[in-house]
């Protein structure tokens, strides 16, 4: 993967967050927001996703593992 592709991929999270972020405030009638609040919720998202990243990683790995074990015991 080259520095374009991950600059682009960077770019679409970006753009996926600030969207979440809209449709949240949307859903809730917030139709402005200060700035600083905004990137503040764009922080928390972010490290919410990281988090659910790695717990989605983790999810994956135990299937993996639980899939192998229970097929080598057959």
């Not at 972010?46 to 717990?55: H, N």
């Amino acid at each position: 993967m080259n520095k374009n592709e991950i600059s682009d991929l960077k770019e679409a999270i970006f753009e996926n967050q600030k969207e979440v972020i809209g449709n949240l405030l949307s859903i809730l009638k917030i139709y402005e927001i200060e700035e600083e609040l905004f990137q503040r919720m764009l922080q928390h998202l972010s490290d919410y996703s990281q988090k659910t990243f790695r717990l989605a990683k983790a999810l994956e790995s135990q299937e993996i593992i639980d899939y192998v074990l229970t097929n080598k015991l057959k």
